[in-house]
C-alpha cells in the first residue's frame, strides 16, 4: 500500500487525538533515559586532579613531604607532576640526615620515578569515578578513551543487530526488549568489581541504548501522520532526550559517588514497563507483514479511544501490496543492491558518521572546558533545546538538503574558529564551541528525519540502523579526538571543524524529500541526483515477485 492511500484509509482517525498524544508522549518519555546513559561517563570516568601517593608511613619530615612531587608546566600554569615522583629511598636518606630541601639539597636534581605506590586523587569535585577507583591514569590513561569507546562498540553492534530485529519482529517488541537490556545491565555496572567487568556491560549498555531509540523513533514515525510526524521526529524525540541529558549534570552535582550516580540514573527505566499496555505495535510494520486483521485490530482501538467511528472494512484486499501477505524478507543487503539506493546509502553512511564524531567529541570534552565540569555539560545539553527547536522550525518550510547543509556548515566554521581565539579568552571559546554543538545538534536532529523519509517502510528500520551503525565509527573515535588534545589543544577542533565542513557539501548530493509522500517499497525511493531509472520492471522468474535491483 502506497503513503497516500494508508494515509487515506486512515484518516478517520484525524491528526491529533487521544490516540495520537498518547503515542506521542509515551514514546517521547520512553526516551529520557537515553539521556542518562549515553552522557553519564562524563561524570562517572572524568579524571580528578591527581599526583602521586606518599605512603603515610613513609618515614620523612613534612618538609621533604611538600618537596616529594617534581613541578611541570602545563597549559601555562605551574603544578605537580601527574605521573612522576622524586625517588623515595634517596628523599628518606635526605630527611633522615637532616637535610633542607631547596637550600641544602637541589631538589631539582633529584632523580625522578613513577607512581609506585598509586595516586592521590582531589577528593573536591568526586568523591570517586571509574579513573580514582581502578587507577585509569598515567601508562593506563589510555583506558578512559577506551571505556566511552567500548559503549560505543556497544552501539554499533545494536545499530546492526536491532534494525533487522525489528523489520522482522516488530517496532514494539524490540523497544521494550532493549529498554530493558540498557535498564537491566546500567544495574549491574553498579556493582562491577573491575574496569573490565565494568567495560564488558558498557558494551551490553550501548547495544540498548541505541536500539530503543531507533525502535521509538520509527514507530512514532509510522504511526503519527504526516505533520505530527515532523514535530516528533525533529523535535519530540529529541527534546526528551535533551531531558534526560540536562538532568544528568543536576543528579551528578548531588551525587558525587559513581556507583551511586549509575544506581539514581538507572531507577527510572523500571518505571517504564507499564508503557507495554498503552503503546501499539506499527499498523504499516504489521500491514508490510501481511497481518492485516492486527493492524485493523489497533486503528479500531485507536478510534476507540479518540471517539470516532471505524468503517467495516478499513483495507479492502486491492489496495494492500499483493507482496505483503508472502512475507519478503528485507535485510541490510537492500540498502546496496540497486545503485540508487546504494549511492543514497554510502552517503548518509558519510554523514552520518562524521556528524557523530562532531556531536559526540563535542559532548564528551565538556569536562576539559575552563569552568564547572557540571555547568559546561548543562549548557552543553540546553544548548540542544534552541537547536532541536530550529531544526522542526527548517524541517517544516524548507528543502532537506538545505537544513541539513546549513546547520552541517554552520557547526564545521564555528568550530574551525575557536582556533583563532587567544587563550586568556577561554569563555568566548566556550561560547563558540557550544554554537558548533547547536549547528552540530540540529544536524543530527534533521538527519534522523530526513533519513526516515528517503527510505521505505520495508526497510526503513533497518536502514535508520544502518545509518547509526556507521555514524558509530565516528562516535567510537570521537574520544580519541578529544584524547589529541593533550598533544595540540588546536588539532581537534581542525579535525572536526574541516570534516564537519565536508559532510555539510555532501548532504547536497542526496535526493530531496520535502513534500514527498514516504514511500513503502524500494520502487518509490527518490532517486540519487544525476542518476534515472531504467523504465523497465520486470517479474522474477523464481518467485514471481517484481525486481527491484533496478540499474541506474
Same mark, same amino acid.
Given at each position: 500500500?502506497?503513503?497516500?492511500?494508508?494515509?487515506?484509509?486512515?484518516?478517520?482517525?484525524?491528526?491529533?487525538?487521544?490516540?495520537?498524544?498518547?503515542?506521542?508522549?509515551?514514546?517521547?518519555?520512553?526516551?529520557? *533515559?537515553?539521556?542518562?546513559?549515553?552522557?553519564? #561517563?562524563?561524570?562517572?570516568?572524568?579524571?580528578?586532579?591527581?599526583?602521586?601517593?606518599?605512603?603515610?608511613?613513609?618515614?620523612?619530615?613534612?618538609?621533604?613531604?611538600?618537596?616529594?612531587?617534581?613541578?611541570? +608546566?602545563? !597549559?601555562?600554569?605551574?603544578?605537580?607532576?601527574?605521573?612522576?615522583?622524586?625517588?623515595?629511598?634517596?628523599?628518606? !636518606?635526605?630527611?633522615?640526615?637532616?637535610?633542607?630541601?631547596?637550600?641544602?639539597?637541589?631538589?631539582?636534581?633529584?632523580?625522578?620515578?613513577?607512581?609506585?605506590?598509586?595516586?592521590?586523587?582531589?577528593?573536591?569535585?568526586?568523591?570517586?569515578?571509574?579513573?580514582?577507583?581502578?587507577?585509569?591514569?598515567?601508562?593506563?590513561?589510555?583506558?578512559?578513551?577506551? @571505556? $566511552?569507546? /567500548?559503549?560505543?562498540?556497544?552501539?554499533?553492534?545494536?545499530?546492526?543487530?536491532?534494525?533487522?530485529?525489528?523489520?522482522?519482529?516488530?517496532?514494539?517488541?524490540?523497544?521494550?526488549?532493549?529498554?530493558?537490556?540498557?535498564?537491566?545491565?546500567?544495574?549491574?555496572?553498579?556493582?562491577?568489581?573491575?574496569?573490565?567487568?565494568?567495560?564488558?556491560?558498557?558494551?551490553?549498555?550501548?547495544?540498548?541504548?541505541?536500539?530503543?531509540?531507533?525502535?521509538?523513533?520509527?514507530?512514532?514515525?509510522?504511526?503519527?501522520?504526516?505533520?505530527?510526524?515532523?514535530?516528533?521526529?525533529?523535535?519530540?524525540?529529541?527534546?526528551?532526550? @535533551?531531558?534526560?541529558?540536562? =538532568?544528568?549534570?543536576?543528579?551528578?552535582?548531588?551525587?558525587?559517588?559513581?556507583?551511586?550516580?549509575?544506581?539514581?540514573?538507572?531507577?527510572?527505566?523500571? =518505571?517504564? /514497563?507499564?508503557?507495554?499496555?498503552?503503546?501499539?505495535?506499527?499498523?504499516?510494520?504489521?500491514?508490510?507483514?501481511?497481518? /492485516?486483521?492486527?493492524?485493523?485490530?489497533?486503528?479500531?482501538?485507536?478510534?476507540?479511544?479518540?471517539? /470516532?467511528?471505524?468503517?467495516?472494512?478499513?483495507? &479492502?484486499?486491492?489496495?494492500?501490496?499483493?507482496?505483503?501477505?508472502?512475507?519478503?524478507?528485507?535485510?541490510?543487503?537492500?540498502?546496496?543492491?540497486?545503485?540508487?539506493?546504494?549511492?543514497? !546509502? #554510502?552517503? %548518509?553512511?558519510?554523514?552520518?558518521?562524521?556528524?557523530?564524531?562532531?556531536?559526540?567529541?563535542?559532548?564528551?570534552?565538556?569536562?576539559?572546558?575552563?569552568? !564547572?565540569?557540571?555547568?559546561?555539560?548543562?549548557?552543553?545539553?540546553?544548548?540542544?533545546?534552541?537547536?532541536?527547536?530550529?531544526?522542526? %522550525?527548517?524541517?517544516?518550510?524548507?528543502?532537506? &538538503?538545505?537544513?541539513?547543509?546549513?546547520?552541517?556548515?554552520?557547526?564545521?566554521?564555528?568550530? =574551525?574558529?575557536?582556533?583563532?581565539?587567544?587563550?586568556?579568552?577561554?569563555?568566548?571559546? @566556550?561560547? %563558540? +564551541?557550544?554554537?558548533?554543538?547547536?549547528?552540530?545538534?540540529?544536524?543530527?536532529?534533521?538527519?534522523?528525519?530526513?533519513?526516515? +523519509?528517503?527510505?521505505?517502510?520495508?526497510?526503513?528500520?533497518?536502514?535508520?540502523?544502518?545509518?547509526?551503525?556507521?555514524?558509530?565509527?565516528?562516535? #567510537?573515535?570521537?574520544?580519541?579526538?578529544?584524547? %589529541?588534545?593533550?598533544?595540540?589543544?588546536?588539532?581537534?577542533?581542525?579535525?572536526?571543524?574541516?570534516?564537519?565542513?565536508?559532510?555539510?557539501?555532501?548532504?547536497?548530493?542526496?535526493?530531496?524529500?520535502?513534500?514527498?509522500?514516504?514511500?513503502?517499497?524500494?520502487?518509490?525511493?527518490?532517486?540519487?541526483?544525476?542518476?534515472?531509472? &531504467? *523504465?523497465?520492471?520486470?517479474? $522474477?522468474?523464481?518467485?514471481?515477485?517484481?525486481?527491484? $535491483?533496478?540499474?541506474?
Amino acid at each position: 500500500m502506497t503513503e497516500t492511500g494508508y494515509e487515506d484509509n486512515t484518516a478517520f482517525l484525524g491528526e491529533w487525538g487521544p490516540f495520537q498524544q498518547m503515542v506521542f508522549f509515551l514514546l517521547c518519555l520512553s526516551i529520557i *533515559p537515553n539521556g542518562f546513559t549515553g552522557m553519564s #561517563i562524563v561524570f562517572i570516568g572524568d579524571t580528578p586532579s591527581h599526583h602521586c601517593l606518599i605512603p603515610a608511613n613513609a618515614n620523612i619530615t613534612g618538609e621533604w613531604r611538600n618537596h616529594s612531587i617534581p613541578l611541570e +608546566e602545563e !597549559s601555562g600554569t605551574v603544578v605537580l607532576s601527574k605521573c612522576a615522583r622524586y625517588k623515595l629511598d634517596v628523599i628518606k !636518606s635526605f630527611s633522615e640526615r637532616g637535610y633542607v630541601p631547596g637550600i641544602d639539597v637541589n631538589v631539582s636534581e633529584i632523580q625522578h620515578e613513577t607512581c609506585l605506590d598509586g595516586w592521590e586523587y582531589d577528593r573536591g569535585t568526586y568523591i570517586s569515578t571509574i579513573v580514582s577507583e581502578w587507577d585509569l591514569v598515567c601508562a593506563d590513561k589510555w583506558k578512559n578513551p577506551l @571505556t $566511552s569507546s /567500548v559503549f560505543f562498540c556497544g552501539v554499533l553492534t545494536g545499530s546492526f543487530l536491532s534494525g533487522q530485529l525489528s523489520d522482522r519482529f516488530g517496532r514494539k517488541n524490540v523497544l521494550f526488549a532493549t529498554m530493558g537490556v540498557q535498564t537491566v545491565f546500567t544495574f549491574f555496572q553498579v556493582f562491577s568489581p573491575s574496569w573490565v567487568v565494568f567495560c564488558a556491560l558498557f558494551f551490553v549498555v550501548g547495544m540498548g541504548q541505541i536500539s530503543n531509540y531507533v525502535a521509538a523513533f520509527v514507530l512514532g514515525t509510522e504511526i503519527l501522520s504526516p505533520s505530527k510526524r515532523i514535530i516528533y521526529s525533529t523535535l519530540g524525540v529529541c527534546m526528551f532526550y @535533551t531531558i534526560g541529558y540536562t =538532568l544528568l549534570p543536576a543528579v551528578a552535582f548531588f551525587i558525587r559517588d559513581w556507583r551511586m550516580l549509575m544506581l539514581a540514573l538507572t531507577l527510572p527505566g523500571f =518505571l517504564y /514497563v507499564p508503557f507495554w499496555w498503552f503503546i501499539p505495535e506499527s499498523p504499516r510494520w504489521l500491514l508490510s507483514q501481511g497481518r /492485516v486483521e492486527e493492524a485493523e485490530a489497533i486503528l479500531r482501538d485507536a478510534a476507540r479511544r479518540n471517539r /470516532v467511528t471505524a468503517p467495516e472494512v478499513i483495507f &479492502r484486499p486491492e489496495q494492500l501490496d499483493p507482496k505483503a501477505g508472502k512475507l519478503v524478507a528485507h535485510n541490510i543487503c537492500d540498502l546496496v543492491r540497486s545503485s540508487n539506493i546504494r549511492w543514497v !546509502s #554510502i552517503t %548518509l553512511w558519510l554523514v552520518w558518521t562524521i556528524l557523530s564524531i562532531g556531536y559526540f567529541a563535542l559532548s564528551l570534552n565538556t569536562s576539559n572546558l575552563a569552568g !564547572s565540569s557540571y555547568l559546561n555539560c548543562f549548557l552543553s545539553a540546553a544548548i540542544e533545546v534552541p537547536a532541536y527547536t530550529m531544526a522542526w %522550525l527548517m524541517f517544516r518550510c524548507c528543502p532537506r &538538503r538545505l537544513c541539513l547543509f546549513s546547520t552541517l556548515f554552520l557547526g564545521g566554521v564555528v568550530l =574551525l574558529c575557536i582556533n583563532l581565539i587567544p587563550p586568556n579568552l577561554s569563555s568566548v571559546s @566556550t561560547a %563558540l +564551541e557550544m554554537l558548533g554543538k547547536f549547528g552540530v545538534t540540529a544536524a543530527f536532529s534533521i538527519v534522523y528525519a530526513y533519513t526516515a +523519509e528517503l527510505y521505505p517502510t520495508v526497510v526503513r528500520n533497518t536502514a535508520i540502523g544502518a545509518c547509526s551503525m556507521a555514524s558509530r565509527v565516528g562516535s #567510537i573515535s570521537a574520544p580519541y579526538f578529544i584524547y %589529541l588534545g593533550g598533544c595540540s589543544k588546536s588539532l581537534p577542533y581542525i579535525l572536526m571543524g574541516s570534516l564537519t565542513a565536508l559532510s555539510g557539501l555532501l548532504s547536497l548530493l542526496l535526493p530531496e524529500s520535502y513534500r514527498v509522500p514516504l514511500p513503502d517499497t524500494i520502487t518509490h525511493m527518490q532517486t540519487f541526483p544525476g542518476w534515472k531509472k &531504467r *523504465p523497465v520492471c520486470k517479474l $522474477s522468474q523464481t518467485t514471481g515477485e517484481e525486481d527491484v $535491483s533496478d540499474t541506474l
